[in-house]
């Protein structure tokens, strides 16, 4: 084989044996330009003894891995239809697989005599028959049933498949790439960090992951190789760490007039995780080193005054503060809040949305530069270009999650390395934070204000749809407030606003006269919503029909029941915040779940258990998987081959520990010892920290 590259590792995958031009092209499609590349592409599944079925003890129903010879094969008709079905005999009994859809491609794929896997739900009609399987054709020596072998199962494309790289073209290729490059895969760790984590070698782990000899080889691979992922990205934590803390802010170490003025009017006393809260800020700003702090806390918790007294110090040290919110009815919402204590010790704040006429953008333009205005609250508004600060010494982000990347950054770059504080409701699991938020300092605000009661919440079944009108009567006869939410999903999001309207328009005519009604969503105008909302929060309307608009923050403490329709589309931690937009006063808050349809999943049941948001926040990563998590795409730049972050917590934070330690004493891993991560850090992971720079 021609060799252009130094290390065969390097060598371009099309050069490799077995390849060739138009498979390498396919392979590049799926990110697989190189030797190493190949051998990084793990393995999806694992073919062994132990979860091979006879076909004598299959059972109808059931899933099931069974492995046969090909005794017959061939097309076939019935009345309706034609078919593919080869017919699998493992000496046990006979297994038909039928295929109804791509007949000519799979019909070229077997022949008679061949050893075949199958996987798929075993059905019956005139013997056992599995429609559609997942299959794979094996090589003679690689029936595990004789060899004890375990073979790796690829994952693949169609265009894979018939360029035969299904997954026996796979094992073929990697097994040409072992024998080619295989040596060459030194370790980046030392023989001693490997032994005192407990690591095999990397070389032996890339070799047992595709050739595993054994279940314990397989495991030792697995696990070594879930925790070099984790390791860099933590490494990537690390650096974006320690390159944070070099950055020279101004430090703001005295508290005066503004702030302990607004500390004597706050109306309720701090609670401990607030104060806590505060003093963990406050050490942060007091010292010229960039703050990079994320307050988590569940809805409710009080971090608006954590926020406003952070604003109030570095407002007594002579400088700005920017606060961004993620929609227009947040950013009012903390401007008022915000000004009513700011008004009563002279604090100037103003409030910067999309629409403002232009002479008036332009004094506000001129008295955010001259340092006039203090604190400056608003939506994306505030990082368009021709905003220029003073002095910004901190800048607050609420929900930060909802911003990107460059948004963040545009705001930064308005001050010289201005203190950071993020906020966010979502309480996301520890798993998560360390591998997401891994450079930032996390603050939790664990308890909620003393004279909160606990919502209690029901998922009830629709056709009990009279008794839930009576409840919301009872409540409002009361002089409580209400939320009836519907949920709008972006595909179809005119039928459901249709669903939505119809359904206010019976509830204010029908169900309802005797009451005021209001209708939010997303569409109307920022001002009609707005208004809306105020009429609500002056107890003017009494039940508010609303999509998910109502999100987040929204403080309305005399609402005290929120029903939530279809809320089986609603992710728990979604449905855990909506449900903290009530019971925020001292009345306690119900939170009635109706599912789409007529059916209580044990799902819906976990918001009737626990209001805790962590163990929600746990529930839902463990149900819908990391992705959905967030709802945003910001994080995709991380995609885990091996690892997995629902699962795999207690190597993140083995890994966490190390990279931390190693990046402490060698931020720049120039040390020899190092050498190994460094290269290994620099060919395949330094992309992502350029990324993260500017995060
Ligand atoms: P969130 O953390 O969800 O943003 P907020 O800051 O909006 O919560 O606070 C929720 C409500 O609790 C507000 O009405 C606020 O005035 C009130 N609050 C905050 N802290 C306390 C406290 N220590 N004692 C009593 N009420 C509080
Ligand atoms: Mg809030």
Not at 331 to 339: E, F, G, L, P
Not at 465 to 473: G, T
Not at 543 to 568: H, K, Q, R, S, Y
Request: positive net charge.
């Amino acid at each position: 084989m021609t060799s252009f590259a130094q290390n065969p590792l390097d060598t371009k995958i099309t050069y490799l044996k077995g390849v060739g031009p138009v498979r390498g092209k396919l392979l590049n499609e799926i990110g697989i330009s190189t030797v190493r590349d190949l051998l990084q592409y793990y393995p999806r599944k694992f073919l062994d003894r132990t979860n091979i079925k006879p076909i004598k003890e299959l059972k109808i129903g059931e899933e099931a891995v069974v492995i046969g010879r090909i005794e017959t094969l061939g097309l076939r008709k019935t009345r309706r239809r034609n078919f593919f079905q080869i017919t699998l005999n493992d000496g046990t009994g006979r297994l038909q697989c039928n295929w109804f859809n791509g007949i000519s491609w799979i019909s070229e794929k077997f022949s008679v005599n061949q050893k075949v896997t199958v996987f798929g739900k075993i059905d019956f009609y005139k013997g056992y028959t599995i429609s559609h399987p997942e299959h794979d054709i094996l090589d003679e020596n690689e029936d595990p049933r004789n060899t004890g072998n375990i073979i790796a199962q690829y994952s693949s494309t169609a265009s894979l498949k018939s360029a035969g790289l299904d997954s026996r073209g796979f094992r073929n290729i990697v097994t040409n790439a072992l024998l080619y490059g295989g040596r060459e895969l030194s370790d980046h760790f030392s023989q001693e960090l490997c032994s005192e984590i407990g690591l095999i070698s990397y070389g032996q782990a890339i070799h047992s992951i595709h050739k595993p000899k054994n279940s314990v080889s397989l495991t030792n691979a697995i696990y070594r190789l879930k925790f070099d992922e984790l390791f860099f990205l933590q490494i990537l934590m690390a650096k974006k760490k320690v390159f944070i803390k070099k950055e020279v802010s101004s430090s703001f170490p005295d508290i005066g007039n503004i702030t302990r003025k607004i500390y004597e009017k706050i109306p309720f006393k701090l609670t401990d995780a607030q104060v806590r809260a505060m003093k963990e800020i406050r050490r942060d700003i007091s010292i010229p080193q960039q703050m990079n702090r994320l307050l988590q806390g569940d809805v409710g918790c009080g971090k608006t005054v954590v926020a406003l007294l952070s604003a109030a110090i570095i407002a007594d040290n002579s400088a700005q503060i920017a606060v961004l919110a993620p929609t227009e009815i947040l950013a009012r919402q903390h401007y008022k809040t915000m000004k009513e204590l700011a008004d009563l010790v002279g604090l100037k704040i103003e409030l910067i949305l999309g629409g403002k006429k232009k002479d008036e953008r332009l004094e506000l333009l001129e008295n955010i530069k001259s340092g006039k205005i203090q604190l400056l609250i608003g939506t994306h508004a505030i990082i368009q270009p021709d905003i220029e600060f003073n002095n910004l010494g901190l800048v607050i982000i609420d929900e930060q999650h909802r911003f990107g990347v460059e948004q963040r950054k545009a705001l930064l770059d308005k001050g010289n390395h201005p203190h950071i504080l993020a906020m966010t409701a979502t309480p996301i699991p520890r798993t998560l934070a360390i591998t997401y938020h891994g450079d930032m300092d996390i603050t939790i605000i664990d308890q909620l204000p003393g004279n909160r009661q606990p919502i209690k919440t029901f998922v009830v079944n629709s056709n009990q749809q009279d008794k839930i009108y009576n409840f919301i009567k009872k409540e409002v006869n009361l002089g409580n407030q209400c939320f009836i939410v519907y949920p709008i999903i972006e595909e179809s999001e005119k039928l459901d606003l249709k669903a939505a309207e119809t359904e206010y328009k019976k509830l204010s005519n029908n169900i309802f006269p005797e009451f005021n009604i209001g209708f939010i969503h997303g569409k109307l105008k920022s001002e009609d919503r707005d208004l809306r909302m105020e009429a609500f929060k002056q107890n003017q309307i009494q039940i508010l029909v609303a999509t998910t608009v109502i999100e987040v923050g929204i403080d309305i403490p005399n609402a005290t029941t929120m029903v939530i329709e279809n809320a089986d589309r609603f992710g728990l931690a979604q449905l855990h915040q909506l449900r903290g937009r009530i019971g925020r006063g001292d009345k306690r808050g119900f939170c009635i779940l109706i599912p789409s349809k007529n059916e209580i999943s044990e799902r819906l049941k976990i918001m009737e258990l626990t209001s805790d948001g962590f163990e929600i926040a746990d529930e839902d990563l463990r149900i819908r998987g990391p992705g959905d998590f967030f709802g945003t795409k910001q994080h995709g730049y991380m995609k885990l081959k091996i690892a997995d972050i629902t699962k795999d917590g207690k190597i993140a934070r083995i890994a966490r520990q190390y990279a931390f330690q190693i990046i402490n004493e060698d931020p720049e891993l120039n040390s020899s010892r190092n050498t190994g991560i460094l290269q290994k850090f620099k060919t395949e992971y330094a992309h992502m920290y350029a990324y993260l720079q500017t995060g």
